[in-house]
T-cell receptor, first 114, second 118 residues
Framework: DQQVKQNSPSLSVQEGRISILNCDYT??????FLWYKKYPAEGPTFLIS?????DKNEDGRFTVFLNKSAKHLSLHIVPSQPGDSAVYFC?????????????FGKGTHLIIQP | NAGVMQNPRHLVRRRGQEARLRCSPM?????VYWYRQLPEEGLKFMVY????????ESGMPKERFSAEFPKEGPSILRIQQVVRGDSAAYFC????????????????FGAGSRLTVL
């Protein structure tokens, strides 16, 4: 049973436009959400996070939106740049979950076209 | 300040052999986590360790897999009698304190060890 779902295996966006990556979750206990970015042959690197008490968190070109009622979050990248081409993983955790509270989605491969 | 170091980066084993994957956490980090990524899948939690203690191994297969984090030296993930289904990328992550994900701590991942079982 997948608790964190990224339904788009890949997404192609033109350079300079907005990239929107989506993530849905089923476990209402999740109270913290993270996005990781992964290049080939490298480990995932932390990108941005959001607590369930917020509905938006912004960091430069990256903004994460959380809709708790819909159990949905999205990552917006604007403007998209070639270096943004990578696999993006959505992850979720809950305060009482300890180490195994970090549950990952399968990832979305973002391709930025020139 | 080196990040999380994993070795080997690539390991090829024949069925029935043993695989040992090593992880040195970031300097100052005393908590280590192992995750596995199967082809076309996300990262799955395996085990969480502190020095000389296994804190949570709920994601570890019951047989053939073991992990340790000795007082001195790297953390080791050991897979005995490997099978083809063990072929995956194994990622180690570390954090300085319990990763409560409250915003103060997030996991720092290594580059991974890719195990191929022939």
């Amino acid at each position: 049973d997948q608790q964190v779902k990224q339904n788009s295996p890949s997404l192609s966006v033109q350079e300079g436009r907005i990239s929107i990556l989506n993530c849905d979750y089923t476990n209402s206990m999740f109270d913290y959400f993270l996005w990781y970015k992964k290049y080939p042959a490298e480990g995932p690197t932390f990108l941005i996070s959001i607590s369930s008490i917020k509905d938006k968190n912004e960091d430069g070109r990256f903004t994460v939106f959380l809709n708790k009622s819909a159990k949905h979050l999205s990552l917006h990248i604007v403007p998209s740049q070639p270096g943004d081409s990578a696999v993006y993983f959505c992850a979720a955790s809950y305060s009482g979950g300890g180490a195994d509270g970090l549950t990952f989605g399968k990832g979305t491969h973002l391709i930025i076209q020139p | 300040n080196a990040g999380v170091m994993q070795n080997p980066r690539h390991l090829v084993r024949r069925r029935g052999q043993e695989a040992r994957l090593r992880c040195s956490p970031m300097k100052g980090h005393s908590h280590v986590y192992w995750y596995r990524q199967l082809p076309e899948e996300g990262l799955k939690f395996m085990v969480y360790l502190q020095k000389e203690n296994i804190i949570d191994e709920s994601g570890m297969p019951k047989e053939r897999f073991s992990a340790e984090f000795p007082k001195e030296g790297p953390s080791i993930l050991r897979i005995q009698q490997v099978v083809r289904g063990d072929s995956a990328a194994y990622f180690c992550a570390s954090s300085p304190v319990l990763a409560t994900f409250s915003g103060a701590n997030v996991l720092t991942f290594g580059a991974g060890s890719r195990l191929t079982v022939l």
